[in-house]
């Protein structure tokens, strides 16, 4: 009598799952250009700042409220010109940083603006002032402009921070 042979069943073919991890892995590549794209963006020289007044930030990579324009600094011989520009943003600890976001200045004067001299200060939970940064913005500013800018990092976030007060200290008219 013949004895029955038993055979192993023909192997399952492959379910493509090459091509879900080939778009999982460009996917995650595309979010990291993008990311490094706009979040590594420190060109003080080039940036524009707003002037913010106390904003509590939200947890990390969350904004704070939105900000009201500062007191302007003293403005040296352009007291003035100093006193006509409107500087409005929100700011929120990123990565360490104080990174200002949703910026918008406009220039209240009649003259054209060529460099502005924007300031921050980081104070805590007392009233006190921790840390300043300065910031050179390049412009020209037209009379009555107003420029949005994208975010950028205006210094490293001392620990306690609850506000971030910002001002233009200083502007220097076009010839």
């Known amino acids: 009598m013949p004895i029955p042979v038993m055979t192993m069943p023909p192997a399952a073919p492959a379910k493509g799952n090459t091509w879900l991890w080939v778009a999982i892995v460009a996917a995650a590549v595309l979010y990291g250009l993008y990311y490094i794209g706009t979040h590594d963006k420190q060109n003080p020289g080039t940036t524009p700042t707003p002037q913010t007044q106390p904003g509590t930030p939200g947890p990390q990579g969350q904004p704070g409220p939105q900000t009201q324009p500062a007191t302007p600094g003293q403005g040296g011989n352009n007291q003035?010109?100093?006193?006509?520009?409107?500087?409005?943003?929100?700011?929120?600890?990123?990565?360490?940083?104080?990174?200002?976001?949703?910026?918008?200045?406009?220039?209240?004067?009649?003259?054209?603006?060529?460099?502005?001299?924007?300031?921050?200060?980081?104070?805590?939970?007392?009233?006190?002032?921790?840390?300043?940064?300065?910031?050179?913005?390049?412009?020209?500013?037209?009379?009555?402009?107003?420029?949005?800018?994208?975010?950028?990092?205006?210094?490293?976030?001392?620990?306690?921070?609850?506000?971030?007060?910002?001002?233009?200290?200083?502007?220097?008219?076009?010839?």
């Open 80 to 175: 003035a010109l100093v006193a006509q520009q409107s500087l409005t943003c929100r700011w929120l600890a990123q990565n360490g940083n104080v990174e200002i976001t949703q910026a918008v200045w406009k220039n209240g004067s009649t003259v054209t603006i060529q460099t502005a001299q924007m300031e921050t200060q980081q104070v805590s939970a007392a009233g006190q002032i921790v840390a300043q940064n300065q910031i050179t913005l390049n412009g020209p500013s037209q009379p009555g402009q107003t420029i949005t800018f994208p975010a950028f990092q205006m210094g490293a976030l001392v620990q306690g921070v609850t506000q971030v007060n910002c001002g233009i200290i200083g502007v220097t008219p076009a010839n």
